[in-house]
């Protein structure tokens, strides 16, 4: 079975560095792209950032550039986002979904279970 | 700047055959992909590319595309597709990815 597994929920305080993971099993890991997406409390989903989990090739949607960091660590099959100080703001639910399909016609599929970011102080 | 938009809200009576649309420049040229997402829940993708369905999606969802809209069909609406449906393609460049706003879907 195709799974990702994010980690656990988080509570941080403003300006704390935080970092959440996503690991994937069931199938080669290398071959496919990882997204991940943040909803905030009441809100749409959002499209944060793509990376390749092949060869490190990251991109991120102007929304989210140079607010968090993602990577991949081949040999744990496992993504990451990264924040190095988290605000009020960040507080939301992320998700991490696998990407595939071409340019013309791609998709998220699977998605991991969501990981609750709450940041207060 | 690139976009996709969606009505906030629908309804539809049990049994009837509701239309879900998601329109943008973009979708001209990329197919939209469709996410069903229930509170409390991680969304589950329920169509993709021209009109596939994962396994497990019942076939009274299907998908259409015409010009700068796509749409979500469910024919013959379930209670328990009440849910929030959420378009996603890419930006009108190709480069980046963009959901749609979302739609809740009431089920009377």
């Known amino acids: 079975e195709v799974q990702l597994v994010q980690s656990g929920a988080e509570v941080k305080k403003p300006g704390e560095s935080l970092i959440i993971s996503c690991k994937g099993s069931g199938y080669s890991f290398t071959n496919y792209w990882i997204g991940w997406v943040r909803q905030m409390p009441g809100k749409g989903l959002e499209y944060m950032g793509i990376?390749?989990?092949?060869?490190?090739?990251?991109r991120y949607s102007p929304s989210f550039q140079g607010q968090v960091t993602i990577s991949v660590d081949k040999s744990s099959s496992t993504a990451f986002l990264q924040w190095r100080s988290v605000k009020a703001s960040d507080t939301a639910m992320y998700y991490c979904?696998?990407?595939?399909?071409?340019?013309?016609?791609?998709?998220?599929?699977?998605w991991g279970q969501g990981t609750l970011v709450t940041v207060s102080s | 700047s690139s976009e996709l938009t969606q009505d906030p809200a629908v309804s539809v009576a049990l049994g009837q055959t509701v239309r879900i649309t998601c329109q943008g420049d973009s979708l001209r040229s990329y197919s939209a992909s469709w996410y069903q997402q229930k509170p409390g829940q991680a969304p589950v993708l329920v169509i993709y590319g021209k009109n596939n369905r994962p396994s497990g999606i019942p076939d009274r969802f299907s998908a259409s595309s015409s010009g700068n809209t796509a749409s979500l069909t469910i024919t013959g609406a379930q209670a328990e597709d009440e849910a929030d449906y959420y378009c996603?393609?890419?930006?009108?460049?190709?480069?980046?990815?963009?959901f749609g706003e979302g739609t809740k879907l009431t089920v009377l």
């Open positions: 990376i390749y989990a092949h060869d490190s090739n990251t």
């Open positions: 996603n393609s890419r930006d009108n460049n190709g480069y980046h990815l963009m």
């Open positions: 979904a696998r990407h595939g399909g071409t340019t013309a016609e791609s998709w998220f599929d699977p």
